[in-house]
C-alpha cells in the first residue's frame, strides 16, 4: 500500500510474527466464545505494537500503518457498515423481520419446510443489509427460537441462518467484499453483481434442497406465533429495494445508502411504524441522546474498528520485503490460466483463514490479484467474481470465525438446559458456502462460465 519498505531487525521472515500472533489470538476468542468484534480489539492492538518493535525504522512504520489505516477504500467500507447497519435496525424495530417469519409460520409448515424459509429470508435480510453479521443478530434469534420450537435440526437451522447470510455477504450490491472486489478489480459494482447471480444461485437452490431434505421432520407444530401482524410493516421492503435497485444502476453506494436510510424513514413515519421518540430522543438529565439512528450505527462500529485496526497490521506486512519474496515465489509456479484462476481461489481463502476477515483479505490480495489477471488476461469481473465467492467459503465455516461465533452463540442462548452447540459442526452445516467453495474450484479449474463474465465488462 506504499512504495517505502519497511526493513526488519534480524530477519524479514520477523515481520510474520505480528501475523502469527494474530491468528493465534482470532482462534482462541472465537473458539472460546468471543462476543463480537470488540474482542479483537486489544489482540490487533498487541500486534501493532510488536510489529513497531520489530521495524527499525519507527517514523517510516507509523506513516505506512496511518496511510493503509486512511486507504479512500477503507473509508468506502465503513460508511457502508455504519448505514447498512442502520437499514438493518429499521427492518428490525419496524416490525418486517417479525411480519415474514409470521406470515410464514401461518402456513404451517416445520421441519424441512421451515428451514428452506429460514434460508430465503436469512438471504432477503443479507442481500437487504449486505452484512453477515449483521444478517446473523437481526433473525438469528428470532427464526432459531421458532425453528427449535417447530423440531427443526439444530445444526441444520443454524447452518441456513449461516448460509443466508454467506448468500447476502457474497451477492448483495451493499457487501463490503462485493464492494471490495469490484473496486480492487476496477469493474463496475452494478455488473459484478448480475454476473455473479448465476454463481450464487448455483450455490443457493442445491442448498434449498438439502435444507428441506435434512432439516427435520414437521412433528412438532405447537409453536404459537403472533396473530397480529403488522402488514404495513412489508412497505419498509421499499428501503432495501431502493438501494439494490440505485447500485445496480451503478449509482454511488453512499448516496444509494442515503436514499434507502430516507426511504425507512419515510416509510416509518407515515405508516406509524415507530414512535418519534424511537427515531430520536433526548435525556437532558443523563446527558444523552437516544436514536434508531444511533443504534444502527453502533453495530457498525465493532466492524470498523476491527477492520481499521487490521488493514493498519495488513499494510505492515504489505510494506516488508517478505511479502514481495512470498508473492514472487508463488507467481512463478503459475504458467496456465486455470493455474492463476486456482491460485486466486485458494490464495484467497488461505489469507482469509489468516485474517478471519474477508473483506480486509480481499482489499490486501486485491492488487496481487489484479496483477495475475492481467497477465494471464483473465476477465477483471471473472477475477472479481472469484475474489468474492472465495472471500463467502470459509469465513462463514470455520469455528473461529466471528458470523460462526455469533450463530452458535446465539443458538446456545435459546437452547439452554445445559446443552450447546459446537461451533465447528455448525459450520460444517452451511451448506451455501460449502457449494461456493466447490463451484469456485470448479470453474477455475474448467474455465466454465468465462465467457458468460467477459459480456457484463
Known amino acids: 500500500m506504499a512504495e517505502k519498505k519497511i526493513e526488519i531487525y534480524y530477519s524479514e521472515w520477523l515481520a510474520l510474527i505480528p501475523l502469527l500472533l494474530f491468528v493465534v489470538g482470532a482462534m482462541y476468542l472465537g473458539l472460546s466464545g468471543s462476543p463480537d468484534e470488540k474482542g479483537f480489539w486489544p489482540i490487533i492492538s498487541v500486534c501493532l505494537i510488536i510489529a ?4 527499525k525504522d519507527k517514523e517510516i512504520f507509523s506513516n ?8 479512500k477504500l477503507v ?16 427492518l428490525r424495530e419496524t416490525g418486517l423481520v417479525d411480519t415474514i417469519v ?6 404451517g409448515l416445520g421441519g424441512g419446510f421451515f428451514v428452506v424459509g429460514v434460508f430465503i429470508i436469512s438471504a432477503f435480510v ?8 449483521g444478517t446473523v443478530l437481526i433473525v438469528g434469534p428470532v427464526l432459531f427460537k421458532a425453528g427449535n420450537s417447530l423440531g427443526c435440526d439444530s445444526y441444520f437451522l443454524i447452518g441456513a441462518i449461516l448460509s443466508g447470510a454467506a448468500f447476502g455477504d457474497d451477492f448483495s450490491p451493499l457487501s463490503d467484499t462485493t464492494i471490495a472486489s469490484a473496486t480492487t478489480q476496477e469493474v463496475n459494482i452494478g455488473n459484478s453483481v448480475k454476473s455473479r447471480l448465476k454463481y450464487a444461485l448455483a450455490a443457493a437452490i442445491p442448498s434449498l434442497f438439502i435444507f428441506l431434505i435434512f432439516g427435520g421432520n414437521n412433528s412438532n407444530t405447537n409453536y404459537q406465533h403472533n396473530t397480529a401482524i403488522n402488514y404495513y410493516s412489508l412497505f ?18 453512499l448516496s444509494s445508502l442515503l436514499l434507502g436510510i430516507f426511504t425507512a424513514l419515510l416509510v416509518s413515519v407515515v405508516f406509524q411504524l415507530l414512535p418519534l421518540s424511537k427515531i430520536f430522543s433526548l ?3 443523563n446527558f444523552s441522546a437516544t436514536s434508531i439512528f444511533i443504534d444502527g450505527m453502533e453495530k457498525g462500529i465493532g466492524i470498523s474498528i476491527f477492520s481499521i485496526l487490521l488493514i493498519g497490521l495488513v499494510s505492515f ?3 516488508t520485503s517478505i511479502v514481495t519474496i512470498i508473492i514472487e515465489k508463488i507467481s512463478s509456479l503459475i504458467k496456465i490460466k486455470s493455474f492463476a484462476e486456482l491460485l486466486i481461489v485458494f490464495f484467497t481463502v488461505a489469507v482469509n483463514t489468516l485474517l478471519a476477515h474477508n473483506t480486509i483479505t480481499i482489499m490486501s490480495i486485491g492488487s496481487f490479484v489484479k496483477n495475475i489477471s492481467d497477465r494471464f488476461n483473465i476477465n477483471r469481473i471473472r477475477a472479481a467474481n472469484l475474489l468474492d465467492i472465495s472471500g463467502n467459503t470459509v469465513m462463514h465455516i470455520f469455528p473461529y470465525m466471528i458470523t460462526v461465533v455469533l450463530a452458535a452463540s446465539i443458538a446456545n442462548q435459546e437452547i439452554g438446559d445445559g446443552q450447546t452447540l459446537n461451533p465447528f459442526i455448525a459450520g460444517l452445516h452451511n451448506v451455501h458456502s460449502l457449494l461456493l467453495f466447490l463451484i469456485a474450484v470448479i470453474v477455475s479449474s474448467t474455465g466454465f462460465w468465462r465467457k458468460s463474465d467477459e459480456k457484463f465488462m
Open 64 to 71: 505506512i500503518v496511518i496511510q493503509g489505516m486512511s486507504e
Open 102 to 107: 409470521n406470515l410464514y409460520l401461518s402456513t
Open 317 to 319: 506486512i504489505l510494506s
Open 75 to 90: 473509508m468506502i467500507m465503513i460508511t457502508a457498515w455504519l448505514f447498512s447497519s442502520t437499514i438493518g435496525v429499521f
Open 126 to 133: 443479507g442481500t437487504s443489509t449486505g452484512t453477515a453479521v
Open 236 to 253: 419498509m421492503l421499499l428501503s432495501p429495494l431502493v438501494v439494490i435497485y440505485l447500485c445496480l444502476k451503478g449509482k454511488n453506494i
Open 283 to 285: 435525556d437532558p438529565l
Open 52 to 55: 513497531l518493535l520489530l521495524s
